[in-house]
């Protein structure tokens, strides 16, 4: 969530960097009822005021000034009342803006969508192959790896089942994403998977992509759904908290399952394993200073490429344009791998930094210690890594004349081998 302090005293700076991710701004529903919540605050605060004191003086008036008073006092209570239940539509209706609003980009964020977005740097080389190499779809299957057809048959489209040596591929990848992260001083953590309204909404995805996730059945007010990515649950362990500065940075990881909607069609190039309904991910998150988020974020993006050179996969890293940002973030950067199959690259993972537009969401603050007061704090995600989009790059990245396929150096010791075969 945006500070409203900031729109009330800097609109145009406001709305300028909007205006990067969103087509038209208009911010002025904001600032009126922002005034008008203001407004009754003042007046009921003085009408409090009245009463009060004239309560305290009505004993040493005689019956027929009593009265008077009290007769006044009625009229108070009710103008009191009345605004009241006026402030407490004017409160809803001023979080319902202020909650639809997106984050603002960072400075040196571009506006503009994909088209706008700018490569980084690659590391590594297009695979070469001296035969017609395969695509991912009949690797698994000639190898034995998914079983795409009974996956559909358990679950219908988007789904898959893993099997044998592919269940054991993606083990190993999961198994190494945790050893790294352990040794990279990441807390372990294993959230729920049913998750409740206030994590959709501190993570940013309520109200508004409310419809992209799996609700699950129950009254309005017991909202719950499948996590769409472990970074919704994690986001919110320090929700309603004040932490110790000197605890800062906390940083987590988590593996889960995702469980996503996914709106939208299957291209022909998105078969297999590229989209799905259900996939596993590996997530870091870090809570952290304001001062430290921007060098926090380029740590994360440092050790996402880390897992990923040492998987020895060729891939990509993207900053992205503004309106290619999910809502919550401030600035994203993506590591794209390359699947040769469809001739281009496929996201694996995304670093993205909210600053405090989630911590304001989801009243996230540290005490600083120098001067005793509570701040919010900056927000960071990453994944690290998506299987469903390594587990393809790897079959067809590393895929070799005879039908089989190398494993990677990092996943050998899980798998008791460097090479599947059929």
Known sequence: M???????TDAQKVKKALLKRLDSVDLEPVLTLDRRRREIIVE???LKMK???????VKKLDPAAQQAVFAEMKEISARVKALDAEAAKVEAELGALMAGLPNLPADDVVAGGKEHNAVVREWGKLPEFGFEPKAHLELSKELGLIDYDRGAKLGGTGFWVYRNMGARLEWALLNFFVDTHL???YSFTLPPHILNYECGYTAGQFPKFKDDVFLLAGPEDKTQFLLPTAETALISLHRDEILKEEELPKKYFAYTPCYRKEAGG???NERGMIRGHQFNKVELIQFARPEE??????E???HVESVMRALGLHYRLVKLAAKDCSASMARTYDIEVWIPSMKGYKEVSSVSNAHDYQARRGNMR???????????????????LATSRLFPAILEQFQQADGSVLVPEPLRKYLGTDRITI
């Open 366 to 384: 540290f005490k600083r210690a120098v001067t005793g007061k509570n701040e919010f704090l900056h927000t960071l995600n990453g994944s690290c």
């Open 300 to 302: 994360m993006v440092g």
């Open 2 to 8: 945006l500070d409203i302090n900031l729109i009330r």
């Open 293 to 298: 988020s921007a060098a926090a974020f380029d």
């Open 266 to 268: 299957y291209g022909a």
């Open 44 to 46: 009921a605060d003085a």
């Open 183 to 185: 040794q990279s001083g």
């Open 51 to 57: 009463k009060n004191a004239a309560s305290a003086g």
